[in-house]
Nanobody
Framework: EVRLVESGGGSVQPGGTLTLSCAVL????????VGWFRHVPGKKRVGVAA???????????SYRDSTRGRFTISRDNAQNTVILRMSSLKPEDTGMYYC????????????????????WGQGTQVTVSS
């Protein structure tokens, strides 16, 4: 059974930094593409970053235009975890963040589509507010 468990959400002021972790259970993290999606009630779930299937911890990341330069996604193969470091946070980054995994190698290509991902975590809330 494949399970994803997110952690690291919280509240932060604009300009602050948060680091989210996605523990991947039941499958080697290097064998799946992993994406992070943000959901705000009443709006569609949007992909903010993804990393390809690859043993290279840096992988080949993809970023939504609004997060490029501020968010960094990476993989820790030893911990079977994907990390999303979010800096220079803005109020519009607020939402529930979900990590998702796919055995489809193309799932990390832009635009990130939720329908390309088979496995989902339960989400962690991020709130950016002064």
């Amino acid at each position: 059974e494949v399970r994803l468990v997110e952690s690291g959400g919280g509240s932060v002021q604009p300009g602050g930094t948060l680091t989210l972790s996605c523990a991947v259970l039941g499958i080697p993290v290097s064998s799946v593409a992993v994406g992070w999606f943000r959901h705000v009630p009443g709006k569609k779930r949007v992909g903010v970053a993804a990393i390809e299937i690859d043993f290279n911890p840096e992988g080949s990341p993809s970023y939504r235009d609004s997060t490029r330069g501020r968010f960094t996604i990476s993989r820790d193969n030893a911990q079977n975890t994907v990390i999303l470091r979010m800096s220079s946070l803005k109020p519009e980054d607020t939402g529930m963040y979900y990590c998702a995994a796919s055995e489809n190698g193309g799932a990390y290509w832009l635009p990130l589509e939720p329908t390309d991902y088979k496995y989902w975590g339960q989400g962690t809330q991020v709130t950016v507010s002064s």
